[in-house]
């Protein structure tokens, strides 16, 4: 799914015309700061590509290095660059005040706990840093949920518009309540399993 949407934003963003396959409300903000769109596209399908390679368990323990300079074109280019712009471009996005609120907690949240994780395994502390991607991750695949809620929601012939509101939160809420609560949940089964090994 993630090479999915990344490959399709990437070929569409390259050889269509700009805003050719989205509401003429999205083309006209699209036209208007091509910068921030094209920049936003192609940083967060980076990250879009590499995150799951991050949680490779395999690639972590033979291949250090590679993880290491994986995750600093994670968060240096996906994250910062993807966020920072995807939070630029959040004023402009479509769905009124509720869908530019949506996204633009939605880049808060994506900034902040990739800059979590990167602090965290700056000062050594490799369990919180791997907490930390789980959540920002999370919040990644906002961009392959938000395609699924959308193909939905046409598909039920829900009115675009409303739909969007309701997905620029959709997308991405119920990622991070899943992901907090698998990590919880791990936390509790790992007490659970202490206890009962003495
Ligand atoms: C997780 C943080 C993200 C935020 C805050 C965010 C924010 C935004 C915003 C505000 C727009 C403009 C929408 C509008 O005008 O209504 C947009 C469009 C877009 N974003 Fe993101 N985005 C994120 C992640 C991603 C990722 C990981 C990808 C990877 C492919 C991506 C690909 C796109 C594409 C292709 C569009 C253009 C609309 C389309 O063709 O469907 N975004 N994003």
New binding site residues.
Partial sequence: MVLG??GY?VF??SFLPLGS??HPE?KV??MANKIG?YS??FA??V??VIGPLQFSTKLRQKHTNVHRWLGRVYLGVGILI??VS??Y??Q????GLV?KLG?AS??LL?LYTGLSAYLAVRRGDISEHRKWMIRNFS??L??VTLRIYLSASMVAGFEFTKAYMVIAWLC?VPNIVFAEWRLRFNIAKNKALQRASG
Avoid: E, K, Q
């Fill in positions: 949407v990344a934003a569409v963003y396959l989205v999205m903000s699209f769109i936003h596209i967060s399908s990250a879009l993807g966020g995807g939070l471009m959040s402009f996005a479509f769905g869908g996204f939605l880049a994506w919040l990644t906002a961009a991405w």
